[in-house]
């Protein structure tokens, strides 16, 4: 904020200062210590050489193997964006604020969340039972079409962002529908553990009816969304007896696309025919059972040792989070459950992980990665890094180690290396044309939504993109459930106070609202326009408000062309990074602590309580929170169940 008080500096002071701040408009992107990229207004041409190019590829997951050759699944930098058009103007960058700033800010968010939570838990009244016929009429055209009074929040997901979302947006102002094929949200850290019955499958899960009564949802999945008549085509996930899938359409006011990604698997030929995956429940059932039977089948009469060697060879592709968690959980259950009921088979066991790069867990500090890899070594989980599938088969894995090529015999493969882009977003890119700019269409399964500041989706109306389907131009995320959640709620709170979301992109307005009262005599297309700053002409002023100088200084002319009773949101989304765990198997975890702009890292037992007190905090329920606490006694004091079903 600029030092001098308002409507108290003389005329030629404030002049000198505001014509030093008149060269800004020159500037188009500039790197400031410390600060995120600043994009400033310009009315003229800027060169090419004097714009570095904008984050434009798809961040980087956390379970991607960063080291390996460019593959189809993987995003690249695309060509540096095309030369600032004339006369076009893009809003200033945001500020970036510092920890406890943000932190403080959040914690004034969560109060107005519970706020709303409160009043919808201590409302009596049950949804009407006949909400579908109510909603839904036969269009001209014979489909089903949705039909309400209130404006229409369409939510296509129930991961993180979409939970969150759903969780604390207000259902008294806006008919709030949700279409996903799942039913439910799902704590997908915790994944890792019920592929050995650490914790049990429905533990982890809230149904999208509970977590709010009061949104209308819908089992079906969006095939289309037409992004200018403002219309989902959507398709039932459940069939009649006969085959049957009905289909119908949603109008929205507003869409948040939070349909995340599927696994990728950088088109190694025999991966989907073969390996097993960690992304929904489904797959860890899957592999819970498979992970029994392999014991079974190895504890038969008539197998020999060779057959038993690569029957129990269990083999994780991919060091990130997951993957690490899953090898040391999976090493746990062997050690500790499955020893004492297959003690002959032992001799024959193996846990191996392979990483592309040259170190496991690189979102974390080199000496938590010595950590994990020692841990490893000690607890007997075999780690082999820079090494690359190539190809996977029924019985064996091909990997490249260097210019080696090894053929390796396995039972049990699971693949956790990376995710990819569904159909729906590529097909939402593909429809917008201002998206092109930020995906590169040789790597289609790394799309991504581009959004602004604000989380809209460049280049289409009414339209938000949220979690790992999405990248933030000009400043990338990591794709984990800490910012999807945070994104989530952020959107939430945003259309509750009744902002509009209009065009998104860094050349047109923040969200508006505008007041009831002057709707009629305010032109919405000028209010959302964006124009130069003219600092010249404010610093002739006799006076200076406070809105004059936050025009020149932040180079946002929204500051001073805002009629009365329009308001403009100018609070781009801020993520807070609380810091990132992982278990380790043998009761130890990684811990790398972010807080007041410092990290420090724990490792060991203390960790690993510290990882088991957040997981159990971060549970969306008081229910989950004693289903999991339920769960890790049993396994403590009963072990692991080993029945199959």
Not at 373 to 380: P, R, T, V
Not at 481 to 488: E, I, K, L, R, S
């Amino acid at each position: 904020m600029h030092s001098t008080k308002v409507g108290s500096c003389g005329g030629s002071s404030c002049t000198t200062t505001l014509r030093a701040v008149r060269t800004l408009p020159a500037v188009r992107h500039a790197q400031l210590p410390g600060r995120r990229p600043v994009v400033v207004a310009a009315a003229q041409r800027t060169k090419p050489e004097a714009r570095p190019a904008v984050d434009k590829a798809a961040p980087a997951k956390q379970d991607v193997e960063p080291t390996a050759p460019a593959r189809e699944d993987q995003a690249v930098p695309t060509q540096a964006p095309p030369e600032q058009e004339e006369g076009r103007v893009e809003l200033a960058w945001p500020k970036e604020r510092g920890w406890a700033e943000v932190a403080l800010s959040k914690l004034v968010d969560t109060v107005e969340d519970i706020a709303v939570i409160s009043r919808r838990t201590f409302n009596k009244a049950v949804p009407a039972a006949d909400v579908i016929d109510r909603l839904f009429r036969r269009s001209s055209s014979g489909a089903l079409k949705l039909v309400s009074k209130k404006p229409v929040v369409l939510v296509l997901g129930t991961g993180w962002a979409a939970h969150a979302l759903v969780k604390v947006i207000d259902v008294d102002q806006f008919e709030v529908v949700v279409v996903s094929p799942r039913n439910h949200f799902m704590f997908t850290p915790m994944l890792p553990g019920t592929a050995v019955g650490t914790v049990e499958f429905r533990s982890l899960l809230e149904p999208i009816r509970t977590s709010n009564p009061f949104a209308t949802y819908l089992e079906a999945a969006c095939d289309k969304l037409d992004t200018d008549k403002k219309v989902a085509y959507c398709t039932s996930a459940v069939a009649f007896d006969d085959g049957r899938r009905p289909t119908f359409e949603v109008p929205y006011d507003v869409v948040v696309v939070a349909v995340g990604e599927q696994t990728a698997t950088f088109s190694v030929p025999g991966v989907r025919e073969h390996c097993y995956f960690m992304k929904e429940i489904s797959d860890t059932v899957a592999l819970r059972r498979r992970i029994q039977e392999a014991f079974e089948l190895a504890a038969l009469p008539g197998t020999n040792d060779e057959e038993r060697r690569r029957i129990l060879h269990f083999v994780v592709v991919g060091g990130g989070p997951t993957g690490v968690e899953f090898a040391g959980t999976l090493n746990d259950f062997v050690k500790v459950d499955l020893a004492k009921k297959y003690p002959e088979l032992m001799p024959y066991v193996t846990v191996s992980l392979f990483q592309s790069a040259q170190s496991i867990l690189t979102q974390f500090s080199s000496i938590l990665q010595q950590r994990a890899l020692q841990n490893f070594k000690a607890s007997g989980v075999d780690v082999r890094t820079g090494v690359r599938v190539t190809e996977v088969t029924r019985d064996e894995i091909t990997i490249m180690d260097k210019d080696k090529i090894e053929k390796i015999p396995y039972g049990i493969c699971v693949w956790s290396t990376g995710n990819a882009a569904r159909p729906l977003t590529k097909d939402i890119v593909n429809a917008i044309p201002k998206q092109a700019r930020y995906n590169n269409p040789n790597r289609p399964t790394a799309t991504k939504l581009a959004v602004d500041p604000y989380l809209r989706v460049i280049g289409a109306r009414d339209m938000i993109g949220l979690g790992d389907c999405s990248t933030m131009v000009g400043n990338r995320l990591p794709a984990t459930a800490q910012v999807a959640g945070q994104q989530g709620a952020y959107v939430a709170r945003m259309i509750n106070k009744g902002y509009t979301m209009a065009v998104g992109g860094l050349d047109t307005s923040p969200p508006v609202k505008i007041a009831r009262k002057v709707q009629d005599k305010v032109d919405e297309e000028q209010v959302r326009s964006l124009k130069p700053v003219d600092a010249m002409a404010i610093s002739k002023k006799d006076k200076l408000t406070e809105m004059d100088i936050a025009a020149v200084v932040n180079n946002d002319s929204t500051y001073v062309q805002a009629p009365q009773g329009v308001d403009y949101y100018r609070k781009p989304f801020e993520f807070l990074s609380l810091g990132i765990m992982a278990y380790v198997g043998n009761d130890k975890a990684l811990t790398q602590i972010e807080t007041f702009d410092t990290s420090f890292n724990i490792y060991g037992r203390l960790a690993y309580l510290l990882w088991r007190s957040v997981y159990i905090t971060k549970q969306v329920s008081f229910r989950n929170r004693v289903l999991i606490l339920f769960d890790w006694m049993k396994a403590q004091v009963f072990g692991r169940d080993l029945s199959q079903f």
